[in-house]
């Protein structure tokens, strides 16, 4: 057994032997901020204060600066001895922390499955009469049918429309919720779990950048659905990395955006391939963007492969972006992971 004291809480609890701080967490009504419980998805990043802890598992969420700064994965770590941890980094409240956790299964059916461009397709979960609360921005963990394993997928539809999960799924060939998907028949059942993470929109005086590579627009779209449909009037622009126009997609939706937001930018990069009358950017996305803007003084929302995020974001430093204004969710690929 090893005490844990929870900052900036001051609360304590036990972990029995085994256990991780995560688990222990949870089995005393306490939530720490949690996703794919696998240390892929860096949801639940803390900072270890004092004391020592274990890694059990994969802890791919770890850079070699969060190891520097002392941060470590709850989901993966168990503790060797009393420990103090600081969950500021995760974003917690102290309500949140106090409330337990509120993600829980749901029961929905297939509703639309559409390959809409290359390899992309758009998916809508119907819930019936339930409802998801959710924050712009979280994802959620999907049940292969007939497996037991846990695939995670972005949120994007307003969270305001509560009754269903629309998702953006990357149709990998070998894919096992892909394949899944490809053979279902509209009305399948299908139990998913959530909402998990910490991505959303912060409040601030700064412009927004959004930055999404191929299936990463799903939680961007999420957000910028639930700011038109606040009113906000935060300028924003959106980077959009495709590999060429065929891999465009939800420009309706973009469309639709731009004409609800005042202060909205739409700036789609092709990297590979583009008609002789396309007359937008090409490359990489990070440097249509270092040419567009000589300094940076903006919030930065990122989502895609974490190659993109990992080579964006030392650049967006460079031009002057801060890093606690950095906010992403890198789509790492699933282990092999039983809901529990
Ligand atoms: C927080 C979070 C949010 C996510 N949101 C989304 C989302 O909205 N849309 C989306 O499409 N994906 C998202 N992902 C990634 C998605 O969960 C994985 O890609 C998942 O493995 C896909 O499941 P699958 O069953 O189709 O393929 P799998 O059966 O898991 O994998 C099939 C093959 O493809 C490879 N592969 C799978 N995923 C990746 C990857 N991301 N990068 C490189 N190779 C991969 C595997 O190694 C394997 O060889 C998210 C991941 C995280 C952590
Ligand atoms: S919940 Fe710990 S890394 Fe995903």
């Known amino acids: 057994m090893a005490s844990i004291k929870v900052e900036p809480f001051s609360h304590e609890f036990v972990c029995e032997d085994g256990e991780t701080l995560l688990e222990g967490a949870l089995r005393n009504g306490l939530l ?12 639940c990043k803390v900072r270890l204060v004092d004391g020592d802890v274990a890694e059990q598992g994969p802890t791919f969420a770890l850079s070699a600066e969060d190891q520097a700064n002392d941060l470590i994965l709850p989901c993966s770590s168990i503790p060797l001895e009393p420990c103090v941890i600081d969950v500021e980094t995760s974003g917690l409240t102290e309500d949140e922390f106090f409330s337990g956790d509120t993600s829980r299964g749901y029961d929905a ?6 390959v809409v461009a290359g390899d992309i397709a758009r998916v809508r979960l119907d819930l019936g009469d339930d409802e998801i609360a959710f924050t712009a921005g979280q994802f959620v963990n999907v049940e292969v049918p007939g497996t037991g394993l846990l695939r995670t997928f972005s949120l994007a539809n307003c969270p305001a429309d509560s009754s269903v999960v629309e998702l953006i799924c990357k149709q990998y060939t070998d894919g096992l919720f892909a394949r899944f998907l490809r053979d279902a028949d509209l009305g399948t059942p299908i139990r998913l779990f959530g909402p998990y993470g910490s991505l959303k929109v912060h409040l601030s005086h700064r412009p927004i950048i959004m930055i999404a590579g191929g299936s990463g627009l799903a939680p961007l779209l999420s957000m910028l659905r639930d700011l038109a449909a606040k009113g906000s009037d935060r300028s ?3 980077y959009f990395g495709a590999r060429s126009e065929g891999h465009l997609y939800a420009l309706d939706d973009i469309t639709d955006i731009g004409c609800r937001l005042p202060d909205f930018e739409f700036v789609p990069v092709l990297s ?6 396309w007359t937008g950017e090409t490359g990489m996305v990070i440097d249509a963007i270092l040419r567009r803007h000589t300094t940076l003084a903006h919030d930065v929302y990122l989502c895609g492969p974490p190659p993109m995020i990992d080579g964006a974001t030392p650049l967006l430093l460079e031009r002057g972006v801060r890093q606690r204004n950095i906010y992403y969710d890198a789509f790492t690929p699933a282990t092999q992971t039983v809901p529990s």
């Open 32 to 43: 720490l901020k949690y996703g794919c419980k696998h240390g892929g998805c860096g949801t």
């Open 109 to 114: 059916v297939l509703g639309r499955f559409e």
């Open 236 to 238: 924003v622009t959106l």
């Open 272 to 277: 590979e391939s583009w008609s002789p009358n």
